[in-house]
């Protein structure tokens, strides 16, 4: 759009008019740090307060990506597996996820809080889109479930013939990349298994493999 | 021992009830035993916590009115609606002691610190403190209270930044006046409506400038139920389990959970 002396007008980003905002948060991010500095220069007195001193904490911490020394398990395309979490929500480190996913127990969803498992809707799964090799789904239990969507993520790219996954908690898609002949494989067919045993108790392995090969349900 | 947490920040409208009653219903799901304190005179709290044509006997006012102690913690506690989630309510002639505290300042301050510490973290998993909005005698009494601070952050809104500002200013301020173990839980990121660019631009800046340990990884949507349930002085996990902002506290109160170590208390019940 043109103004009278015929020049672009620029629009307006959403934070003009509100500059001071970052340094708002500069200020209190400061302040919050002094006192974490302070925490960490004294001995905490109580295991609580020993346990948010600031150390990086599972699930919600980022942590180290794995070192280059250790070797690569597949051969993958140049784009990383991601996870995309709502804006506000810090993006984890995908390698350093499958790290902790390995060796601490898998995640089975919590049943304490019955929203989430209520609704059978829940648990499926859609396909919304597929081309050769890669498939759209849909898996609404994946919604507002960073936790989850981690898991899985770690999880499912460690199945052979899964090359990439991207999961939006906001929409609660997946994207998968896979090679379908080798998904076929019982090795595959064991860890998609074990993910449905584990992470996605409502779901059946076969309509999940099914799904992930965008095989939709008649 | 348990936990006490204050839900502050100086703006209005954050979210701090919201939070502060949809959490302890979501911690009373997950099996934790809680108590809110009502702190804020308007009292909405209470009265989204307790039941209807409930009269609780004693309140906060009887809590904090003298230094006598003239009722102890078990007096004032009401059972809430939910599992688990006991309330300490409110009423609003507690409004008329702020000028008796602020005389008695500063030992009126410690008063709360007092009274309700020990009992509340001995027989409680979580005690949350629900505050006014403002930098008054009741929070300055929840501060002195409190372990840990949770800062309510609406995103859309730079006043809120601004709260958010004055709140971790007051936090410090407390720390070096007599509470040292007073530090920030996390901020929470509220009200989040994905179809502004100001509420995804500030709710990105916020998530930008902290440290993945200092803000949930949880955000809590904007979402048309919260107001229903309100209006049916219900938490939205009981007025709408299934609806996404129910999700998003049950995913909080896994995330809380799971940055706290296991109480002493949880441990006993899960043996049993």
Same mark, same amino acid.
């Given at each position: ?13 959403p ?5 001071? $905002?970052?340094e ?7 302040? $919050? ?9 004294s001995?905490? &007195? ?9 150390e990086?904490t &599972? ?7 794995a ?5 690569? =398990? ?14 506000? =929500? ?59 969507a ?15 996954? =991207?999961?939006? &908690? ?13 998904l ?5 067919? =064991? ?21 992930l ?6 | ?7 502050? @920040? ?35 709290s209470?009265?989204?916590l307790? *039941? ?9 006012y ?26 300490? #309510? @409110? ?5 008329a002691?702020? #000028? ?13 610190? !007092?009274?309700?510490?020990? *009992? ?7 005690? +949350?403190?629900?505050n006014? #909005? @403002? ?15 949770l ?9 809120s ?10 936090m ?13 839980? !996390?901020?929470? +990121? ?17 998530a ?12 809590? *949507? ?32 896994r ?5 706290? #170590? *296991? ?5 006993e019940r899960?043996?049993a």
């Amino acid at each position: 759009m043109m103004n009278e002396s015929g020049k672009k007008r620029r629009r307006k980003t959403p934070m003009e008019g509100f500059n001071n $905002v970052p340094e708002m948060l500069a200020e209190a991010r400061r302040l $919050v740090d002094a006192v974490t500095e302070a925490e960490s220069s004294s001995e905490a &007195t109580e295991p609580v307060n020993a346990s948010l001193a600031g150390e990086p904490t &599972t699930g919600s911490a980022p942590v180290e990506p794995a070192g280059p020394s250790q070797p690569p =398990q597949k051969q993958r395309p140049s784009r990383t597996p991601r996870v995309r979490p709502p804006q506000s =929500q810090p993006q984890a480190a995908p390698q350093a996820q499958k790290a902790d996913s390995a060796a601490a127990a898998p995640t089975v969803p919590q049943a304490g809080l019955q929203v989430q498992t209520r609704s059978p809707k829940a648990w499926k799964i859609e396909v919304l889109h597929r081309v050769p090799g890669r498939t759209r789904l849909k898996i609404p239990m994946l919604k507002w479930n960073a936790s989850l969507a981690n898991d899985l993520l770690a999880r499912l790219t460690d199945v052979p013939g899964i090359l990439d996954l =991207q999961i939006s &908690t906001v929409t609660g898609n997946v994207v998968v990349y896979y090679q379908p002949w080798e998904l076929c494989q019982p090795a595959a067919q =064991q860890s998609l298994q074990e993910v449905c045993q584990d992470l996605l108790p409502g779901v059946q392995p076969e309509k999940l493999t099914a799904a992930l090969m965008g095989q939709r349900e008649h | 021992m348990g936990i006490i947490v204050a839900v502050i @920040n100086n703006k209005g409208g954050v979210g701090k009830t919201t939070v502060t009653c949809n959490l302890a219903h979501a911690l009373g799901l997950a099996g934790c035993r809680v108590l809110v304190v009502d702190l804020d005179s308007q009292c909405n709290s209470t009265q989204m916590l307790l *039941p209807p044509g409930v009269e609780p006997k004693h309140s906060l006012y009887e809590f904090l009115a003298s230094e006598e102690l003239p009722v102890s913690l078990d007096d004032c506690l009401v059972a809430t609606a939910y599992e688990g989630v006991f309330c300490v #309510p @409110n009423v609003p002639e507690t409004a008329a002691l702020e #000028p008796q505290l602020i005389m008695q300042a500063p030992t009126s301050f410690q008063r709360l610190r !007092r009274s309700l510490r020990e *009992p509340a973290k001995q027989q409680f998993d979580i005690t +949350i403190l629900d505050n006014p #909005p @403002n930098i008054g005698t009741f929070v300055l009494c929840a501060l002195y209270a409190a372990d840990f601070v949770l800062i309510p952050v609406k995103a859309g809104s730079a006043f809120s930044v601004e709260g958010l500002l004055k709140a971790v200013r007051l936090m410090n301020e407390i720390r070096q006046q007599g509470n040292g173990d007073l530090r920030l839980l !996390r901020l929470l +990121i509220n009200q989040v409506d994905r179809r502004t660019s100001i509420s995804k631009t500030i709710a990105a800046q916020l998530a930008a400038a902290f440290r993945a340990d200092q803000v949930f990884a949880t955000s809590i *949507p904007m979402n048309t139920l919260f107001e229903r349930a309100e209006l049916a002085r219900q938490t939205i996990l009981a007025y709408a389990p299934s609806s996404s902002g129910s999700r998003a506290f049950g995913e909080l109160a896994r995330e809380l959970l799971a940055i706290l #170590p *296991p109480s002493p208390m949880g441990l006993e019940r899960e043996k049993a």
